[in-house]
C-alpha cells in the first residue's frame, strides 16, 4: 500500500509538472547581433532584426529622443515568417538624436525581452526660403542720434531671427510683428534652425537714415520726420 501510494504521488507531480510546462507562456527568439538601422527620405528611421516568433508572441521597437526624452514612442515591429525577419518604422521623429530598443512580448501579452541600446543621428530637413521683404516695412530713427528704428511686419515672429552686423551674430525676435532699437543700415532676417530643420535662407532689409523736415542744408528740400519704407533688397 505504502509502494502504491508513493507511485501515485511521484505519478501525479509528473503530471503536474507536464501540464505546468504545456501552459508555460511561448516567447520571441531575437538574434540581437542582427539588429541595425537606416534612414530613408524625409527622415524615416527603419530598425530590422531577425527573430523567430511564434503565434501569439510579437516584437516592438522603442525610440526615446537624447537627451531629454521628450519625443518617446513604441512602434510595432512587422514580422515576415519567411524571412524570420522584424521591422519597425519610425516616421516624422522631432527630435535630431534618439536611443532605441527591441522589446519582446511572450504568448501572454507580458514584456520579456529587451536589447541593447542602438542610438542614431537623424539628418535635418533643408532650411526654408527667405522671409518675405516684401511684408516687411522699414521705419527710420526718429532722430540723427536715435536708435529707434524699427521694422513691422506679420513675419515677424519667434521663428525668425535676425542680424546687424553682416550675419556675425544673430538674435531671436522678442516682439511679434516688429524688430525695434535699429539704427540705419542693412538687417539680415531669417528662419532660425529647429531640431528638425537647417537654417534657412537670408533676406535683407534697409533701414533708412532718418530726414529732417527743416531744410538744413538751403537746398530748398524738406522731408517727413520719420520714413518708412519698404526693403532695399531680398537675396
Request: proline share 6%.
Amino acid at each position: 500500500m505504502k509502494k502504491l501510494r508513493f507511485f501515485f504521488l511521484i505519478f501525479g507531480a509528473i503530471v503536474m509538472l507536464g501540464t505546468s510546462c504545456d501552459n508555460s507562456p511561448i516567447t520571441p527568439t531575437i538574434d540581437e547581433s542582427t539588429i541595425s538601422h537606416k534612414e530613408l527620405e524625409n527622415r524615416t528611421i527603419v530598425v530590422s532584426f531577425k527573430a523567430k516568433c511564434p503565434n501569439g508572441t510579437s516584437t516592438k521597437v522603442q525610440f526615446k529622443q537624447r537627451p531629454n526624452g521628450l519625443d518617446e514612442t513604441t512602434v510595432d515591429a512587422k514580422f515576415y515568417p519567411a524571412v524570420e525577419e522584424c521591422s519597425a518604422v519610425f516616421s516624422n521623429p522631432q527630435g535630431s538624436s534618439y536611443a532605441y530598443y527591441v522589446l519582446g512580448y511572450n504568448s501572454d501579452g507580458k514584456h520579456c525581452y529587451t536589447s541593447k541600446e542602438g542610438t542614431f543621428d537623424v539628418s535635418k530637413n533643408p532650411g526654408p526660403a527667405a522671409p518675405s521683404a516684401t511684408s516687411i516695412n522699414a521705419h527710420a530713427p526718429s532722430s540723427l542720434i536715435a536708435s529707434d528704428g524699427y521694422l513691422e511686419g506679420s513675419i515677424l515672429t519667434e521663428a525668425i531671427e535676425y542680424s546687424i552686423d553682416e550675419g556675425k551674430t544673430w538674435a531671436p525676435v522678442t516682439e511679434k510683428g516688429f524688430i525695434r532699437g535699429l539704427r540705419p543700415g542693412k538687417v539680415q532676417l531669417r528662419f532660425a534652425e529647429t531640431p528638425t530643420t537647417k537654417v534657412g535662407k537670408t533676406s535683407t532689409i534697409v533701414v533708412p537714415a532718418y530726414k529732417s523736415n527743416t531744410d538744413i542744408d538751403g537746398d530748398g528740400g524738406t522731408s517727413e520726420g520719420v520714413t518708412s519704407t519698404g526693403p532695399a533688397s531680398s537675396f
